[in-house]
């Protein structure tokens, strides 16, 4: 059942504070944090338009509630862009409301405006909460990620 009182538009300049207020609660949730030349570089390429990141925002009147931000790109395996869901965060006062769910439904919607091939992100094993959501509205793959940090 879709949240018809929550809209989701492109992020904005004039959303800044409300998405700043969010990034940090995610990268808290996350815990970490990221230097400030990072946060700024991030919202200038969700403000880009020659960038291939961008950013939503789900609001409940007048308060940004939820974020996501997607990075499309090129890949081997197809002719066509994937869609990488890179960030999601929902506020904790709106949780189980469906705004994740809503938020990753417009991604889709997205992606495929863009004639993406997939739309595919990863999370903490831990996350059960948020894997419940992803197990009813996605396949969970078999794949592995390893990192080197560099």
Known sequence: MKNTSIKITPL????????????????AFYE???????TE???RNLLDNNAPIYGFGAWQGENLVGITHVVLHPNTWNTTECCYLED???????????L??????HVYEFANKKNCNRVY??????NTTARKLYDAIASQTDMVQYRQNL
Request: no cysteine; proline share 2%.
């Open 100 to 105: 994740g769910r809503a938020l990753i439904e």
């Open 121 to 126: 992100w990863t999370t903490q094993e831990a």
């Open 32 to 38: 970490t944090s990221l230097p400030a030349s990072t």
């Open 12 to 27: 904005s300049k004039a959303d800044y504070d409300s998405w700043l207020n969010l990034w940090q609660r995610y990268l």
């Open 41 to 43: 570089s991030t919202w």
């Open 88 to 98: 999601l965060y929902v506020s904790e006062a709106v949780r189980g409301h469906g």
